[in-house]
């Protein structure tokens, strides 16, 4: 049988249970619900709490969920990669700690960091490799643990981020559907427009950087917003024109839930629908490499088999890029 491309073929996906809304970060910096609702369209996202936990908890769970509603075993998987910018730590890699919690042995596993474009990155390396031959079984998971970056006294970033992980098996599929095309980009331009400058080589932890704040998230919001439009729109257009896809032909876009701002302007760059663009960014925020595979796991029942489907993400670096995909199942 002739493997023409990589599909997904389950979903899972996990949010914590703890709630942090509107409401409450009110009490924490200078802020308002409705002064949030209208930047950016969230009214709670989710947080991990409890000593110990990191990005690994939140990935974890999200492939049980997975591994529940299909008939794989853990055992059977030979690819792990998650797609992170929040590891548990820099080394080992959290594809390390997954497979170690799962009982996955064997697999070749690692982690892969573009930011917020970290799924659809992890998913054109997955595709990858199931189209190789060499791998019949490949997870892809996006998970961030964005609680553990934040600084909950800067009201331009707290507001936006919260924790979560979603998680695709790709494995080989002869019928034609799948993962038609992947377009991905990155440049240097945003290096210091959304980055964390501490914790890395050049600026190692000191009491210095920790005073500084050095180790939280930082971004430009102003000029983040403008590149996110302009290049997901572009990298959406692309995939859709080479492969003369209209708009009528969509049966969803699926874009990274970053500002549900920026998710309409770009539904309008491409003449989608709102009723085409799937959106949660209202109940988890932004989740980073999490958003996408997130929206794949909550719209799951509502894809039908052969559905076009196109994912799109931006992040930092500036990192960003498109998939186009038939639905398998």
Not at 60 to 77: F, N
Request: aromatic residues 8%; hydrophobic residues 40%; negative net charge.
């Amino acid at each position: 049988m002739t493997i023409e491309n990589a599909a997904i073929t389950a979903v899972g996906g996990y949010v914590p249970e703890d709630v942090l809304s509107n409401a409450d970060l009110e009490t924490m910096v200078e802020t308002s619900h409705d002064w949030i609702v209208s930047r950016t369209g969230i009214l709670e996202r989710r947080i991990l709490k409890g000593e110990g936990k990191g990005t690994s908890v939140l990935a974890i769970e999200a492939v049980k969920d997975l591994l529940s509603k299909s008939d794989v075993e853990a055992q059977e998987i030979d690819a792990v990669l998650v797609a992170t910018m929040t590891p548990d730590m820099l080394f080992p890699s959290t594809a390390n700690l997954v497979c170690e919690a799962l009982g996955i042995q064997g697999a070749f596993a690692f982690d892969m960091q573009a930011a917020c474009s970290g799924f659809v990155y992890a998913l054109n390396v997955g595709s990858a490799l199931v189209t190789s031959g060499q791998y019949k079984k490949v997870l892809v998971i996006g998970a961030d643990k964005m609680s553990s970056v934040m600084n909950y006294r800067d009201r331009n970033t707290c507001i936006l981020f919260g924790d979560g992980a979603g998680a695709v098996l790709l494995e080989p599929n002869a019928e034609g559907l799948g993962i038609q095309d992947c377009v991905m980009n990155s440049d240097g331009v945003g290096k210091d427009m959304i980055m964390m400058k501490g914790g890395g080589s050049a600026y190692p932890p000191t009491h210095e950087t920790v005073e500084n704040g050095d180790h939280y998230f930082y971004q430009d919001g102003r000029q983040v917003y403008r590149h996110a439009v302009t290049n997901m729109s572009n990298v959406t257009l692309e995939i859709m024109e080479r492969n003369k896809l209209s708009s009528e032909d969509l049966a969803y876009f699926i874009p990274h839930q970053a500002n549900k701002r920026i998710i309409e302007a770009i539904a309008q760059r491409l003449q989608v629908g709102m009723d085409k663009v799937a959106v949660n960014i209202h109940k988890y925020g932004n989740t980073t490499a999490g958003t996408i595979p997130l929206c794949l796991w909550e719209w799951e029942q509502s894809f039908k088999k052969g559905d076009n489907i196109v994912l799109s993400a931006f992040g930092g670096g500036f990192t960003w890029g498109s998939v186009y995909l038939k639905w398998a199942y």
